[in-house]
């Protein structure tokens, strides 16, 4: 499927700051048989923006505006060729990589809590199976519900609520396949769904599992199902922290407020 994001994101400071640095991970990945076919992003006021990869290989985009200021804008445009499954051929994991992927994290640690909770849903020699399960049993056990959570509930705290959005539920799959050996990583991207028209999308979260035999293999918890070309993957990570679509400093103590409007047309 052949899909195009634009994603605009609007920087406002109460009073005036100075010193801005951002970085922005908006740039469809090129990996799992997806190909980003066009990418730019714009910022207001113009500036030079660098890129280079971070250690997971997810593009990075880095801007910096200097003088006074009270508003940014950066608007990211791609266009992108997806996948129908995940295509990756890598049959085993590096020490490091596994290593990654099976450590607990801020967001997604590793507690009596969630453990317990992943234990009926074990299915014994099949890891594929388990990870299906997990998926199903979050979809199942938990409401999605805006609002509930922000961005730096963590996965225990989820698991206790029951309820939270898609950045929620991809860390309790990640804390719950940990626990039982499942090499598991976070995928940040969007989800293209025909019924929202213009800038009602949003961005998405889901969940890669390391599966022996067929490799990683990409779940989503929030809908129950493994992904489809309706999916565009931008980054991967250990959790929401290694791919935030913006992070960054400035100076002042101008209070900040974040806008940001996504839309995900087919084309």
Known sequence: MRLR????????????????????????????????LSFSLITEPRGSVMKYADRYGND????????????????????V???????????????????????PTDYSPRNDPICDFVK?????????QTALAIMHAIFTSFTYEPGATDVKTTADEVLALRRGVCQDFAHVMLSACRCVGLPARYVSGYLYDPKLVGANAASHAWVD?????????SLDPTH?????????????????ADVP?????????????????????AV
């Open 81 to 103: 060729l997806t996948a129908a499954v995940l295509q990756d051929p890598e049959q085993t994991l590096s020490p490091l990589n596994e290593h990654d992927y099976l450590m």
């Open 5 to 36: 994001i634009e994603h605009k994101t609007t920087f406002i400071y109460d009073e005036p700051i100075t010193e801005a640095y951002t970085e922005m991970r908006l740039k469809p990945s090129d990996a799992g048989g997806q190909h980003c």
């Open 224 to 240: 129950d199902r493994q992904q489809t070309g309706n999916y565009v993957r931008v980054g991967v990570g250990r959790d929401y």
């Open 60 to 79: 990075v985009r880095h801007f910096d505006v200097l003088m006074p200021h009270q508003k940014v804008g950066a608007t990211a445009i791609s266009e």
């Open 209 to 217: 599992v390391f599966v022996p035999g067929p490799g990683w293999v």
């Open 120 to 128: 009926p849903f074990v299915v014994a020699g099949d890891p594929l």
């Open 245 to 265: 679509p913006t992070r960054g400093t400035y100076k002042g103590s101008g209070k900040e407020t974040l806008d940001v409007q996504v839309s995900v047309l």
